[in-house]
C-alpha cells in the first residue's frame, strides 16, 4: 500500500500550553481517521475486487505514479447526508482517491473512484474531491487522469449528487484544449457518469471487468451493451482497450510521455539510438506495384518512426484509418494514415503542439447509399476542417493514392500543408484512370484502352503534381525518415495564428 504521509501538527495558542494528553488523543484520532481512509470499504470488500482481477483504487494510484512521489488531498473527506440511514455510513475519503504525483517525472493530477466504498457511487463530497483536483491540473497546467470504477450517482443524495456530476462536467469543457484529460474505465460507469469520459481527449477500457453505458430497459449482458468490444470496436467511444489493469496503468504512463503537460508547451524530446540518417530499402518495395493490391500503412509508420514504437489510437475501430503517437528524430508527433474519422485526434495534436505527419493513400471518398447514409460528407467536412484550422508543423508523404476531394481533406498544400512530398508511386488524381475513361470516353468504347493508357502516362505519377507546386518534392521512400527528422527540425519554430474569434463552428 501506499506510504502513511502524516503531516506535522504545530498548534499554537496564547496564555497556555496544550496538555500533552490531549495531543495525544488528536493525534491517535487523525491516525485512527487516515488508516480508514486507506482502508476504503475494508478488507472483504478489497478481496472481493481482487477476486474480480481489479486491483482497488490505492493499487491502481501506486503503479500509476512514480515510486514514492504520490501526494493525497482530501483524505478525511466524509459525506455529508442524513437521508436514508447515511447519517451512521460514513467511509473516510468518501469513495475516491485524489491527489497529484510524478508520471515519467512530471506533475500529473488523477483521481481514482474507489469501488470498496458505497461501490464508487459519487456524491456531493466526491464530486467536490475531483473538482478540486481539476481545478488544481488547470492552474499548474498538468494532465489530470481519471480512474473509473464506480456504480454511478449515489441516488440518497438525489439532486446533489446530480450537481456533482454536472461541476465535472463543466470543468471538463473548460480543460478541453488546455491540459490532456485521459480517461481509463476500469470497473462500471453507468448513467450520468459515462459523459465525463467521453468530454475527455482519450478514453481506454479494461477488457472483461469495465463496461461503459447509460441506463436500458432491454434485456441484455454488461458486455454485450457497454463491455471493451463494443466500445473499442463498434461505437468508437472508446481509444482502446488492455488486457487487464497492471497493463492498462503501464500504457497510460506510456501514453503520457507522448504528451506535453499543457497548451502552454511543447512534448519533451526523448533521445533514441535510432540514427536520425537511417534509411530503410525494404521501405522501397513496400507497395506493391499494382494499385489495387493492399498493404498496411503501420509497416510503413513503424519503418519510418523511432525504434519503431507506434502507440495507435483506436486500432480495433474505423480500420480504413491508423492514428497515434510516435517520435522521429526524438520528437514528439501525432500519425495520421489514410482517411476520414481522424478529425479529433488531429485537434488534439493542434491544440497541444504536436506536429503532425501524415501517410496519405487515398482512394477518394467512396460513392453509394450507405456511405452516405453514415455521413461520408459530414466526417469528410470534419476532417478537412480540423487540417485547415491546425497551426502546428504539417507534414505529409503520399505513398500511393491520393484521389479526389479526400487528396484534399489530408493535409494538402492547399490547406497549410508545410511540406508535402510523394514517392515515385504516387497518384494524385480526381480518380483513378479506369473510372475517368468510363465518363470522359462512355461513348468511345473502342477508344478506351487506348485512352486508359495515356491518362496513366499523365496522370498516374506525382510528376503533374510537383511540376504544380503541390509537392514540395519526390523522394526516394527509403529516405523518408530522414527527410521527416530534417523537415520538423526546420519547423520547430513555425508561428502561425488563426483569426480571432470566440469560438470555431466546427461541423456535426
Known amino acids: ?89 460514513t467511509l473516510t475519503g468518501d469513495g475516491v482517491v485524489t491527489g497529484v504525483g510524478k508520471v515519467n517525472g512530471r506533475t500529473t493530477f488523477l483521481f481514482s473512484q474507489d469501488f470498496t466504498a458505497f461501490g464508487g457511487s459519487l456524491s456531493k463530497t466526491f464530486a467536490q474531491k475531483v473538482c478540486k483536483i481539476m481545478d488544481r491540473a488547470m492552474q499548474a497546467g498538468a494532465p489530470v487522469i481519471g480512474l473509473n470504477d464506480s456504480g454511478g450517482a449515489r441516488i440518497q443524495e438525489g439532486v446533489d449528487s446530480l450537481a456533482g456530476y454536472a461541476e465535472i462536467f463543466q470543468r471538463n469543457v473548460l480543460a478541453s484544449g488546455v491540459v490532456p484529460q485521459i480517461s481509463l474505465i476500469m470497473g462500471p460507469c453507468a448513467g450520468g457518469a459515462v459523459y465525463s469520459p467521453a468530454l475527455t ?41 488492455f488486457d487487464n489493469d497492471v497493463v492498462a496503468l503501464a500504457q497510460m504512463r506510456e501514453l503520457l ?46 519503418r519510418v518512426v523511432d525504434d519503431a514504437r507506434f502507440f495507435e489510437i483506436m486500432p480495433e475501430f474505423a480500420k480504413n484509418i491508423v492514428v497515434g503517437f510516435a517520435r522521429v528524430g526524438g520528437q514528439s508527433v501525432g500519425i495520421v494514415g489514410n482517411q476520414p474519422l481522424a478529425a479529433r485526434f488531429v485537434r488534439f495534436c493542434d491544440a497541444f503542439n504536436i506536429p503532425l505527419v501524415t501517410f496519405v493513400d487515398v482512394p477518394g471518398f467512396l460513392p453509394g447509399t450507405q456511405q452516405e447514409h453514415n455521413g461520408i460528407i459530414r466526417e469528410g467536412a470534419k476532417l478537412l476542417y480540423a487540417y485547415a484550422e491546425a497551426t502546428v508543423p504539417k507534414i505529409a508523404v503520399t505513398t500511393r493514392k491520393a484521389y479526389g476531394g479526400a487528396q484534399c481533406v489530408m493535409s494538402s498544400k492547399q490547406l497549410r500543408g508545410d511540406v508535402n512530398l510523394a514517392w515515385p508511386t504516387a497518384e494524385l488524381a480526381v480518380m483513378g484512370a479506369k473510372g475517368a475513361v468510363e465518363i470522359l470516353w462512355r461513348k468511345d468504347l473502342e477508344g478506351r484502352a487506348k485512352a486508359e493508357e495515356e491518362y496513366n502516362r499523365l496522370f498516374a505519377n506525382p510528376l503533374p503534381a510537383a511540376q504544380r507546386g503541390y509537392l514540395d518534392d519526390i523522394i526516394q521512400p527509403r529516405d523518408t525518415r530522414r527527410r521527416i527528422i530534417e523537415e520538423l527540425e526546420i519547423l520547430r519554430s513555425k508561428q502561425l495564428v488563426n483569426p480571432a474569434k470566440k469560438h470555431d463552428n466546427m461541423p456535426l
Open 1 to 89: 500500500m501506499l506510504r502513511n504521509h502524516l503531516p506535522r501538527l504545530h498548534h499554537t495558542f496564547r496564555g497556555y500550553a496544550t496538555a500533552s494528553t490531549k495531543g495525544s488523543e488528536i493525534q491517535s484520532r487523525i491516525s485512527a481517521k487516515r488508516q480508514a481512509s486507506l482502508l476504503g470499504g475494508g478488507l472483504k470488500r478489497i478481496s472481493a475486487q481482487h477476486a474480480k482481477g481489479k486491483l482497488t483504487a490505492r493499487e491502481r494510484i501506486e503503479l500509476l505514479v512514480d515510486p514514492g512521489t504520490f501526494r493525497e488531498y482530501d483524505a478525511f473527506v466524509e459525506h455529508q447526508c442524513h437521508d436514508f440511514g447515511m447519517a451512521s455510513q
Open 201 to 241: 481527449d482519450f478514453t481506454f477500457m479494461v477488457k472483461d471487468t469495465s463496461y461503459l453505458f447509460a441506463v436500458t430497459n432491454e434485456t441484455v449482458t454488461q458486455e454485450e451493451l457497454g463491455g471493451s468490444s463494443v466500445h473499442a470496436r463498434k461505437s468508437g467511444v472508446a481509444h482502446g482497450a
Open 257 to 302: 510521455s507522448f504528451l506535453p503537460q499543457s497548451n502552454r508547451e511543447k512534448a519533451l524530446d526523448r533521445f533514441s539510438a535510432d540514427p536520425v540518417d537511417r534509411a530503410d530499402p525494404a521501405l522501397d518495395t513496400l507497395v506493391p506495384s499494382d494499385s489495387t493490391k493492399a498493404y498496411d500503412i503501420t509497416d510503413v509508420v513503424k
